[in-house]
Structure formats: structure tokens, C-alpha cells
């Protein structure tokens, strides 16, 4: 039958009391060679069983007790006093601490006056309380152990999880710029112009694709410097007039590109030209700053 990890912490805990037997005792051994969880759970009960020793209650002996050990020690030193052993006593004895021997004496008293079984039965179930304790404590260590690491994995999952929900949510919206992007393009009324760079931006250029049936722009612009900080392009539909309607602002990536889908704020509308202009975030309800593109529509 194979030992579970659960029964090896139970063994454990009986070693320290000395109640297993030889061969289990020998397979817990050789399980906690490999087993640093055990090894650990080991040295935790010998320490907790060291402990339990100052945790019994002090114990009162009783008048007769004290009567005969002061009436042994005055038997003990009027026979010292008269250069001969204690009654009883072998010469042996003599060479023997006074307190060692009355911890024996004590020893055994104490034996003759409570019943063998009571003393065996007492040991017992104190070894086995201990025995309980401790397994109940190993069991709780392991459990914990196990749902603190799990509970650590669950946030870690979760916290994967979002990330991934985000990302997600990032690439499905990507996905519908592009596909919105591509309508315009694939529209059968699309019209293209070129709109070319400004003397502050002459290598700058874009390419508008205008759809009245999508009521949209998009503008793919290329060679932009990268705008200041504070800073932002905006795109401008320019009436015959010249009357100037924002169509919305932009950023450019590292390589000066940019390709935006703008909606058309008035349906059927027909600008002369477009501008693209460098103004605060946000853009301004007018150009305030400097023209960097601007190009004749013809439709």
C-alpha cells in the first residue's frame, strides 16, 4: 500500500513520542531523505514536544510525602554525622550525590505510592495527545501550505487573464479601425488626392481617399516630423470659401506616418482642398499654428 505524504506528517509527529515501530519508523526515514517538506515537519515537532514540557501544570507533593523525605534526609545526616552509611544502603552508595539519590528515592516513591497502570495509562494518553496535536498541527501547516500557494496561482492566473482580456480588447479594436479603414478604400464613389508638404515639412506628404457614399476620409501621411511635446496634427476640410472644419487630430509614429479614418461632420459635403496643421493637443477650433500639408480635392 502506498503511504501517502498526509500519513508520512503523522508518523512524523508520532516519532517524536517513540510510538511507531521499527519498520515504519525506518520507512519514514528513508521517505525524509528526498522529503525536505517532512525533514522540516520533523524538527518543528521536536521543538513543539520540547516545549509541551513547560506547559504541564506544577504538581504539589503531599504532606506524607514531605514528612518522609525530611525524616529520610535527618536519618541520612545523623548517620553521616557518625562516619556510617545510611541504613540500607550499599558502600557503593556513599560515592553517589546526596541528590541524585534522593531524586531516586523520590523516583521511587512516587512508584509505590500510584499503581503501575495508572502511571502507563497517564504516559499514554499524554503521548498520544501529543501525537494528535502535532499531526492536527502538520495537517494544518500542510493544508495552508498548499491553499496559500494555490490562492497565489488563482491571482496570478487572474491577473494573466486580464492582461490578456485587455490585449484582446486592443487587437478587436485595432481590427475595426482597419476593416472601417478598408470600407473606405473598397467604396465604389472613392476618390484619391495627393496633399504634399508645406516649406516646414517639404518631405512630408499624404494620400486622401474621400468616399461620399461613407461620408468619411482616410488620410495616409507619411515623412511627418514627430510633433513636439504639448503638440499635435490636425487635419482641416477646406471650403471653397475657405472656410476651414476640423476633421480631427492625429499623432505620428517613429517612421513620420499615420493612417486615420475621419468622418465627415456635414453629409455630402464637398471641400476644395485639405490642410494638416500643428496645433496644442486637443486641437483649436481654427489653424493656429503653422501649415505643414496642404492639397487641391478634386471631385
Known sequence: MTTTHEEYLDRAAQAVFGTLGPAEEADLRAHMVGCATCREAARGFEEAASAMTYTLPPAT????????????????????GAGQPPAGAASA???????????????EERSARRPA??????????????TGL??????????????GSLSGQVALLSQDKAAMDQKLAGMQQQAEQ????????????TRMA????????????????????????????????????????????VTAAGQKISMGTFQVGADGGATVRVEMPTPGMKP????????????????TGPIVMMGEIKI
Open 272 to 287: 476644395a482642398a485639405a490642410a494638416v496643421s500643428l496645433e496644442p493637443v486637443g486641437g483649436m477650433p481654427q489653424p
Open 134 to 147: 502535532l499531526a492536527s498541527l502538520a495537517l494544518n501547516v500542510y493544508f495552508w501550505g498548499h491553499v
Open 93 to 107: 552508595e556513599l560515592t553517589a550525590p546526596p541528590r541524585l539519590k534522593l531524586v531516586h528515592d523520590l523516583a
Open 61 to 80: 507533593p503531599s504532606h506524607d510525602l514531605k514528612a518522609t523525605i525530611f525524616a529520610r534526609l535527618a536519618a541520612d545526616g545523623a548517620a553521616a
Open 178 to 189: 482597419r476593416a472601417a479603414q478598408i470600407a473606405v478604400l473598397q467604396a465604389s464613389d
Open 194 to 237: 495627393k496633399i504634399p508638404g508645406q516649406p516646414m515639412a517639404k518631405d512630408a506628404s499624404a494620400m486622401l481617399f474621400f468616399s461620399p457614399a461613407e461620408g468619411a476620409w482616410l488620410v495616409a501621411a507619411s515623412g511627418l516630423p514627430p510633433a513636439d511635446a504639448g503638440k499635435t496634427y490636425q487635419l482641416w476640410a
Open 117 to 130: 497502570a495508572v502511571g502507563g495509562s497517564w504516559r499514554a494518553a499524554v503521548v498520544a495527545l501529543g
